[in-house]
């Protein structure tokens, strides 16, 4: 895990998070934010993203012009290099994957504005989130209470910024996008 720590390309995490900290029910959106889902297209597009099996199976198909790392416990799965589709066993593996990907499919010129997105699960955030250097951060404007949640977020420990607040409608809840940059680098 120390290699990952040094890593090369910075790891962020994207999110979007209720009040509460819930990012899902573990099987489906829990919202519908067209901005938001535009907004996560452009910052993740030419960009690994390392996601768990059940988010990958919730979204259905890999995302295009994008490495999708997927890390399972499942053996035997076949990645599929034209779609992009890679599977892990491990976080640590998932980052190799994803740093051999942007070397491969950049010139070294490009690969300076890279990064490695962390796409979810709870659990993936979970191993992923004392690895990052960044989180871009969508808060939805309701509490769940209950659901699949993302790791607290120590607030002393980050930069917070306030990018853009968008007021809700009949389709869906206010909302608003932040940056949190870790204050002490890794």
Not at 149 to 159: L, Q, T
Not at 162 to 168: D, F, S
Request: hydrophobic share 40%; proline share 4%.
């Amino acid at each position: 895990m120390e290699t990952i720590k040094k890593n090369k390309f910075p790891i962020v995490s994207i999110v979007a998070i209720s009040n509460d900290f819930i990012i899902g029910d573990g099987k489906k959106m829990l919202w519908y934010l067209p901005n938001d889902l535009a907004r996560l297209k452009t910052i993740t597009l030419g960009n690994p993203l390392i996601m768990g099996r059940k988010t990958f199976d919730s979204i259905g198909k890999p995302l295009p012009g994008r490495a999708n790392i997927i890390l399972t416990t499942k053996r035997n799965l076949k990645n599929d290099i034209q779609f992009d589709k890679y599977f892990v066993q491990s976080f640590e593996d998932a980052v190799i994957k994803a740093n051999d990907w942007i070397v491969k499919k950049y010139e070294k010129n490009e690969q300076i504005k890279k990064k490695i997105f962390i796409f979810g699960g709870g659990e993936i955030y979970k191993l992923a989130i004392s690895f990052c250097s960044q989180i871009e951060l969508t808060l939805v404007d309701v509490n769940l209470r209950n659901g699949v949640s993302f790791p607290h977020i120590n607030e002393e420990k980050w930069d917070k910024k306030l990018i853009q607040k968008v007021a809700g409608n009949k389709s869906c809840p206010p909302h608003s996008f932040w940056v949190y940059d870790r204050k002490i680098k890794l």
